[in-house]
């Protein structure tokens, strides 16, 4: 949701109140659209900080819990604006100008620029909204379902461009239709800020009886009979009136058997009885202010780190330099075709036998970087060192690690033994440096031998051997 202002009954009813719902039936993603609120209102946005709080009270005083759901800030999670950029590589301008609420929306806002490249872009970053995360579903009314299509075409499109080993990085995420009743402003169009017709969620009980009290209705003189659906009161009588209440107007209504004033005093009392469990929450809430940043911060945490493990496929399904190990806090291990020794690994069965958490390097390696067998990594650290790793089995005492002939600053060699343990030495880059150029040449690639040398384990460099046992397990260099 757009955070334009505070939320009013038709957002609520519109969607708000199926996502309470929908927290308990599957993993949701809520969040407060920041940035699309600058797409239109980028000229002022004094109230922008303040409005995105006042949404997230909403989403909570309207009873989305944090521990069902993840709620978030848009603007908090960066992942969302690279994803966009990669997608507009992508997407052929016409797809965007050909979005209805495109023209629709310049129509409606005739005093407001929206010849801007955000505004035609929005779209898009809705689709990068939606598919970062992956879904299954997107939750929509049915007036929005064609929206969603545009989503799955980039994710079509994305797809047919990029795989990863062959697989498809997104899904075509599927419409999930919900109900959506329309609401009527007080002034008997459909309820919106910009008319200055609408209730709020968060305001006070007087306030709401004040505007149903004002509100327009479908009967001008007494003895006219009504249609509550064409009523902004009978509106909310359909949504917020007990089943008994509602056939007693409907009936009043369309035989004029009670006036408009009665109809009016029930339905305050419906909304209002609705509306006070969510006003006692938002005023709990509002008077701790670091309570709700808490939930936000935490909300943000959950969002960028599902985003971001969407980001490590797309950027390596595209062929984007990865900015090293480093950077990425994700275990291979489960993807590591190798064992490692009894002693360093902290789970017993064969299986469990990956979750190594006493391994250092294991924990830096990158989620998208499994080591294989059969080629070299390499990796650059935050300062820009080169870091060569390779695995090479056993074969009669000896290993062969076959490098691409790169000046490389530290080397990784991970061997594995006949027991398919695997042993790690990491070479620092003095050792690496001095005998680069001694090392062996082979088709284009240099090849580093070691050898079993008494207890342990040495450099083979033109028929001298250098004992690198000191190295085993040494992470310092690489730090
Ligand atoms: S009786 Fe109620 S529903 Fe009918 S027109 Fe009057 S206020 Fe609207």
């Not at 009813?13 to 719902?21: E, F, I, P, S």
């Not at 759901?69 to 997608?87: D, P, R």
């Not at 390596?316 to 330099?321: A, F, K, P, R």
């Not at 650290?381 to 090479?392: L, M, N, P, Y």
Request: neutral net charge; charged residues 25%; proline residues 6%.
């Amino acid at each position: 949701m757009r955070p334009t202002g505070k939320l009013h009954l038709g957002n609520y009813v519109g969607a708000l109140q199926n996502w309470v719902k929908l927290q308990h039936s599957h993993e949701c993603f809520f969040f407060v659209a920041d940035w699309h609120a600058l797409t239109t209102d980028y000229d002022d946005t004094s109230r922008l900080a303040d409005n995105t709080l006042e949404v997230l009270l909403d989403f909570l005083a309207a009873g989305l819990d944090p521990e069902k759901c993840t709620i978030f800030v848009q603007s908090h999670v960066k992942q969302h604006a690279e994803l966009h950029l990669l997608f507009s590589m992508i997407t052929p301008l016409g797809w965007l100008e050909r979005v209805p609420s495109y023209k629709e929306q310049q129509q409606n806002m005739p005093d407001k620029n929206l010849h801007m490249y955000g505004f035609l872009g929005y779209p898009l970053l809705q689709a990068a909204d939606i598919l970062i995360y992956r879904p299954d579903f997107v939750p929509v009314g049915e007036d929005q379902a064609a929206h969603v299509e545009l989503t799955r075409e980039v994710a079509r499109r994305f797809n047919h461009f990029y795989t990863l080993q062959g697989k498809l990085v997104f899904p075509e995420p599927q419409v999930l239709l919900t109900p959506s009743p329309k609401l009527l402003g007080t002034d008997k169009r459909k309820m919106s800020k910009s008319y200055g017709n609408s209730i709020l969620l968060s305001e006070e009980s007087d306030q709401v009886a004040e505007k149903i009290r004002n509100s327009v209705t479908d009967r001008p003189k007494l003895t006219d009979k009504g249609n509550p659906r064409d009523c902004p009161v009978g509106n909310l009588h359909q949504i917020f009136s007990d089943p008994k209440t509602l056939v007693y107007i409907t009936q009043g209504c369309t035989q004029a058997t009670i006036t408009c004033v009665e109809c009016k005093e029930l339905a305050i009392k419906s909304v209002n009885s609705h509306l006070e469990p969510i006003r006692e929450r938002r005023r709990h809430l509002s008077q701790k202010p670091e309570h709700l940043r808490e939930i936000m911060r935490q909300g943000d945490q959950k969002a960028l780190k599902a985003s971001e493990e969407t980001m490590v496929l797309v950027r390596e399904s595209i062929g984007l330099l990865s900015m090293g190990s480093m950077e990425l806090p994700i275990s291979s291990a489960k993807e590591l075709p190798l064992r490692v020794p009894e002693s360093s690994a902290t789970a017993k069965t064969e299986d469990e036998r990956w979750e190594i958490s006493a391994t250092p390097w294991l924990e830096r390696v990158a989620k998208s970087h499994p080591l294989r067998k059969d080629r070299p990594r390499t990796f650059i650290t935050r300062r820009g060192r080169k870091v060569g790793v390779h695995t090479a089995a056993e074969h009669g005492g000896l290993w062969k690690f076959r490098f691409t002939d790169r000046p490389l600053n530290v080397l990784v060699l991970l061997a594995e033994d006949k027991e398919r343990y695997l042993h790690d030495y990491i070479l620092p880059p003095k050792l690496v440096q001095d005998h680069w150029k001694q090392f062996a040449r082979e088709d284009g690639n240099v090849v580093i031998s070691v050898k079993k040398a008494g207890d342990g384990i040495a450099l083979v460099v033109k028929d001298q051997d250098i004992p690198i046992q000191q190295y085993k397990g040494n992470y310092a260099d690489l730090e």
